[in-house]
């Protein structure tokens, strides 16, 4: 074998061992879990140093928000959270206080953030409206067919559970943010989700207000 051979052969030997490399250390980035504990430190106490307040403020201790504006978090899909928090730093979920929020956070951060408020017990709501209960189940549970609108069961499921990853857990939500965010979709000031924004356009007011306090009974 003569000497430029050995020497190219030697340089291609080089260049797999450092792809491998490489290959080997992504593998065990993606392989690195989420630590709920880290998660719930930020959630409770923020950093001050960055400037990041504690989300406990505004969205409960262990994620049950008593504000009717923010969203329950506990029990969220871990998934959902981060891509939400993802989102919040873009043009499609545009909002003054989140945006900031997510700004400061790293990728690690948001995903141990999620997988804390994943493992939270939800506490359960209610529906409020017994004049309008009737309706806002029939919505969810058999779309309104004359207005091409889906069940909403049929993505959220029966029990509001939703699929992790995909669709979110809206059962036992607070109404007003159920509605405030189903009026966003119509609007197009909430611009991440397609099917969403196709969906809402297709509700009244009335129809968005009944559907969002039944969600908020189911268990």
Known sequence: MNRALLAILKSLFVVTLAVSAVAHANEEKKAVKADPAKGEAIYTNGDAARNIPACVSCHGAAGNSTISQNPKL????EAYLVKQLTEFKGPTRANPVMSGIAKALSDDEMKNIAAYLDAQPQKPGAAKNKDTVDIGKKIYRA???????????????PNGAGIPAQFARIGGQHQDYTASQLTNFRSGARKNSVQMSTIAKRLSDD????????????K
């Open 74 to 77: 506990a029990a969220q899909h």
């Open 143 to 157: 779309g309104i067919a004359e207005k091409n609108v889906p069940a909403c069961a049929s993505c959220h499921g």
């Open 207 to 218: 129809e968005i207000l009944a559907v969002a306090d039944y969600v908020a009974g189911l």
